[in-house]
């Protein structure tokens, strides 16, 4: 339905970016090892909902996502869907809240149906996928160096992903 143009069709999830680099591994000589500062403080939340064709809508905070938090990012979503949609989440608390739950039906309203996956399954959301090439890949080891750096590259990676960074699905 999705690809014929009917739904759009979403998945949404909250990734958390601070100052400890997420770097599986990496080669580098004896001679000339490579650095990366590690610190804790503060850090970045990112609200998320992507589609297949890399259209991203996101809300970054420099606090935790409640469940108010939540309910405004979805309203602002909600206003600016076109036709029917269709939003996967996963089983998060934060999406199982009573507050959260008790706007579902107003959204179905307006033509907004939420769908949860089942538990203990990310790997069915695809926007696991985002975060994951974001945190290994896309982000440049020297957003690590500090707070507004980190700031400046993941704006710019979300801000430009389906454009200079793309997932084909």
Known sequence: MEDSGFIDLYFGDESHFGLTPNVPYAWQTKENPILLP?????FLNVVGLMNRKNKLFFDVLESTFNSDKLICFMDDFVAQTIKKTIVILDNSPIHR??????KIQMWRE??????????YSPELNLIEILWRRIKYQWLSFDAYLCFQNLKERLLNVLQNVGIKYDIIF
Do not use: E, H
């Not at 590690?38 to 503060?42: D, P, S, V």
């Open 110 to 119: 307006q033509d907004v149906y939420i769908f949860f996956l089942p538990p």
């Open 97 to 102: 809240s009573k507050k959260f739950k008790a």
């Open 38 to 42: 590690a610190a804790k403080g503060r």
